[in-house]
């Protein structure tokens, strides 16, 4: 039994994890990476991704940080594998990276709450994401969401915003389903239901090597997988709790949410044809959300109370984002709390800044993230699998009732397929963000 067990409950656990999880890689990054690639065909592959593929990788994070008992960083010395701290260390850094210019797009989420409070987008919600997307406002905007970040961390009252989640995630679900009844009496719905339910396999054959990166960079992101941030959950866990039981629960939630955007966000695309239409660009989500708001009886109210759930939504991910790096320079180099946070909070304002200067810019930031790092540190994950010893397999039986097969055949999908399958997406998205490079998509 562990003495750091600081989950009162397994619910409590599933909760904070579903709280990291759920974010802005839920509702905005979803349907945006969908509708600009393909839509169903990019359905698919993600779905793929997330449960072949991220749902064992985060077994791996799950079996290291229960081992563990540590930090990410101290995890793997305690576990006898010192030598593979590095992992924890690049994990930290993602965070620092995506906290960046997650930090921008929570910036957003402040403009939408004033613009549903004014009525701003009401009269031409494309024109309003132009003008608080990217810059003076944008800066403002990503300077508040982090001054807020970083209060919370350097107060450690992150308990509030935990226990905030179990209003929050329930309160996603039943404001989605209701603006998702609404989007089906839109004439744009069957057409946006086509797009994105009826997946082309001609489409993901044609496209895989544009569709591949994002969709399991997204799989990766939304799960919270490759930033060290499950490995410090985990440790908390009680020793007779199954891991692959949390861990299933917390896909499920998580991919839910994701979906059933979807299903708000596309017929409200194909029944405006707005600016973007159902091509995408980091903009899809907020117009077309704000849009729906625009329609809706009584959709001012609404909106407002949606903009301020995804606040709180965006929130427990950006406090969890900021505390992996935090923990990391207060436990490795013994600087105090207040300073750390300040310190790196700072850090990531200045960092974020390009990205709030133009989309193009934050998509550059999104795609070393989802191209690059993710599966760099996703795929060193796997390789250490061929390190641990057989006491990884121990420590995915423990609490379950499963017998020896279902652990054994994990162990071998981890190391075969899980490395293999993420170093496909590595090539092939550093072969994108090349192409980005030369062609201007970025710069
Ligand atoms: N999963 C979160 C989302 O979908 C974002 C995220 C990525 C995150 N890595 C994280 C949150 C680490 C907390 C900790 O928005």
Known sequence: MSDRSAWTSRVGFILAAVGSAVGLGNIWSFPFRTASNGGAAFLVVYLVAVFLIGFPAMMIEFVIGRRGEQNPVHAFDRIGHGNWSF???????????????????????????????????????????????????????????????????????????????????????????????????????????????????????????????????????????????????????????????????????????????????FPVLFATGGAEGATGGSGTAFVALAGAFGEVPGGQVLGLLFFVVLLFAALSSSISLLEVPVSFVTEQYGVSRAKGSLGMGTAVLLVGVPAALGTNYLTFYNDVVFNLLLPIVVFLLAAFTWFSGRDIVDELQRGTSLGETFPTVWLWWVRLVVPVAVAVTLYLGVKGLYTGLTNGTYF
Request: overall charge negative; charged content about 5%.
């Open 87 to 265: 992992v924890g260390g690049l994990g930290a850094f993602t965070s620092f990276v995506t906290l960046a210019f997650y930090s921008v797009v929570g910036g957003w989420v402040f403009s939408y709450i004033a613009g549903s409070a004014t009525g701003a987008y009401f009269g031409d919600p494309a024109a309003y994401f132009g003008s608080v997307a990217s810059g003076p406002i944008a800066i403002g905007a990503h300077a508040l969401f982090m001054a807020v970040t970083v209060g919370i961390v350097a107060l450690g009252v992150t308990d509030g915003i935990e226990r905030a989640t179990k209003f929050m995630i329930p309160g996603i679900f039943v404001l989605l389903i209701g603006l998702g009844v609404w989007a089906a009496t839109l004439p744009g719905a069957s057409a946006g239901y086509s797009y994105y339910l009826t997946p082309d396999f001609g489409t993901i054959v044609n496209n895989f090597g544009s569709i591949v990166p994002p969709a399991m960079g997204q799989a990766f992101f939304t799960l919270s997988l490759g930033f060290s941030v499950m490995i410090a959950y985990s440790s908390y866990l009680d020793r007779d709790d199954s891991l692959p039981a949390d861990g299933g629960a917390i896909v499920v939630i998580n991919t839910l949410v994701a979906v059933l955007a979807g299903f708000v966000v």
